[in-house]
Nanobody, 124 residues
Framework: QVQLVESGGGLVQAGGSLRLSCAAS????????MGWFRQAPGKEREFLAG????????YYADSVKGRFTISRDNAKNTVYLQMNSLKPEDTAVYYC?????????????????WGQGTQVTVSS
């Protein structure tokens, strides 16, 4: 059974940085695509960044391109989201997600496995 556990959230001032981690377990993830999403109160879950476990190819939403960086450590089965130049509007619960398959999707409904989420709060 796939398990995803996020960590690294917290309270940070505007302009600051945080690094989120997503520890994955339960199977071999070579064929998986991993994604980071966030959801603010009253809003839909939003795709931020994705990465292919096998190739390392990355994908970014325009809203975070240049500020956020997704990476993976295959040996640790961990995916990271480095977030720089944080803004108050980045405040949300951040989720890690996984799906098996060759095609990369940015829609949350296409992902089969989710972590519990980690809160990120950016103060002005």
């Amino acid at each position: 059974q796939v398990q995803l556990v996020e960590s690294g959230g917290g309270l940070v001032q505007a302009g600051g940085s945080l690094r989120l981690s997503c520890a994955a377990s339960g199977r071999t993830f070579g064929s998986y695509k991993m994604g980071w999403f966030r959801q603010a109160p009253g809003k839909e879950r939003e795709f931020l960044a994705g990465i292919s476990w096998s190739t390392g190819r990355t994908y970014y939403a325009d809203s975070v391109k240049g500020r956020f960086t997704i990476s993976r450590d295959n040996a640790k089965n961990t995916v990271y989201l480095q977030m720089n130049s944080l803004k108050p509007e980045d405040t949300a619960v951040y989720y890690c997600a996984a799906r098996s398959g060759a095609i990369f999707y940015t829609s949350a409904r296409e992902y089969d496995h989710w972590g519990q989420g980690t809160q990120v709060t950016v103060s002005s």
